[in-house]
């Protein structure tokens, strides 16, 4: 353990100790708005909307060609290093019809 002091150690656990908390707080969140959409008879996937964004395009309407199979971390690094989606690389969603929307699978088909 050179190198490292007792308070930079202190500091790496309070920190690792906060990053848990936010996550968990996060998750706790979540669960609370499920049950909170639950006790309020609505739907807890979309919230009564009948809508849920679509999983394919996420909710863009358009997918790019290359499509799912590039889907994954390199795309997200490349957004967010701010690297612009070509239009012509943009095919209409198929699952969605390019609306960027679907039909939410909980409560369409219950009535
Ligand atoms: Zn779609
Ligand atoms: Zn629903």
């Known amino acids: 353990m ?5 308070s930079e150690i202190a500091g790496f ?3 690792a100790l906060l990053l848990g908390a936010s996550i968990a707080a996060q ?11 639950r006790s309020l008879n609505m739907c807890k996937r979309c919230g009564d909307l009948r809508m849920v964004a679509c999983s394919q395009c996420k909710g863009v309407g358009s997918v790019r060609k290359s499509g799912i199979f590039t889907f994954g971390l390199l795309d997200d690094i490349y957004e967010s290093l701010g690297a612009e989606t070509k239009a012509a690389d943009l095919v209409a969603c198929s699952a969605c019809r390019s609306k960027g929307r679907l039909r939410c699978p ?4 219950v009535r």
């Open 2 to 6: 050179e190198g490292l002091t007792e």
């Open 13 to 15: 656990v309070v920190g």
């Open 27 to 37: 998750r706790v969140d979540g669960f609370i708005a499920t049950s909170q959409r």
């Open 106 to 109: 909980e409560c369409s088909n």
